[in-house]
C-alpha cells in the first residue's frame, strides 16, 4: 500500500527557515510524479510546488525564490526546502504522490501542474510568527 510520512515541520519566525521530508514506501518512488500542497485554515488546499520524475520543478508564485523542492530517489524520500518563511506560510503542508499504476489511494484527488495528485501523507504544521 502507498504510504507518505512527512516530518520536519514546526514553529519558527520570520525570515526562519524549515526543511520538510516525505519518506514514501509501498511504490516505486522513481516512477511517479511529486508535490507539496498546503492549508492554511479555513482555505483550500493549494499546490505548493511539484517535481516530475526528471526531476523538473514547478512552484507556486507565492513561493518561487524562497522555497527549493527536490526528491533522492535512492532513499525514496521527497523534500522541501522553505527559506526566507513569512506569516502566511503558515499552514498544514501535505506530501502527495501522483497515484502510481496498479496502486490504490484514497484521498481526494487535486489537480496541480496538469498532474492528479490522489495519494496524500498525513501532513506537517508549519507555523511562521511575526
Known amino acids: 500500500q502507498v504510504r507518505l510520512v512527512e516530518s520536519g515541520g514546526g514553529s519558527v519566525q520570520s525570515g526562519g527557515s524549515l526543511r520538510l521530508s516525505c519518506e514514501a514506501s509501498?511504490?516505486?518512488?522513481?516512477?511517479?510524479?511529486m508535490a507539496w500542497f498546503r492549508q492554511a485554515p479555513g482555505k483550500s488546499r493549494e499546490g505548493v510546488a511539484s517535481?516530475?520524475?526528471?526531476?523538473?520543478?514547478v512552484y507556486a508564485d507565492s513561493v518561487k525564490g524562497r522555497f527549493i523542492i527536490s526528491r533522492d530517489n535512492a532513499k525514496n524520500t521527497l523534500y522541501l526546502q522553505m527559506n526566507s518563511l513569512k506569516p502566511e506560510d503558515t499552514a498544514m503542508y501535505y506530501c502527495?504522490?501522483?497515484?502510481?499504476?496498479?496502486?490504490?489511494?484514497?484521498?481526494?484527488?487535486?489537480?496541480?501542474?496538469?498532474?492528479?495528485?490522489?495519494?496524500w501523507g498525513q501532513g506537517t504544521q508549519v507555523t511562521v510568527s511575526s
Open positions: 502527495a504522490a501522483q497515484r502510481p499504476s496498479g496502486k490504490f489511494c484514497a484521498g481526494f484527488g487535486y489537480f496541480y501542474t496538469g498532474v492528479l495528485f490522489s495519494c
Open positions: 509501498g511504490y516505486t518512488f522513481s516512477t511517479v510524479s
Open positions: 517535481i516530475d520524475t526528471s526531476s523538473s520543478t
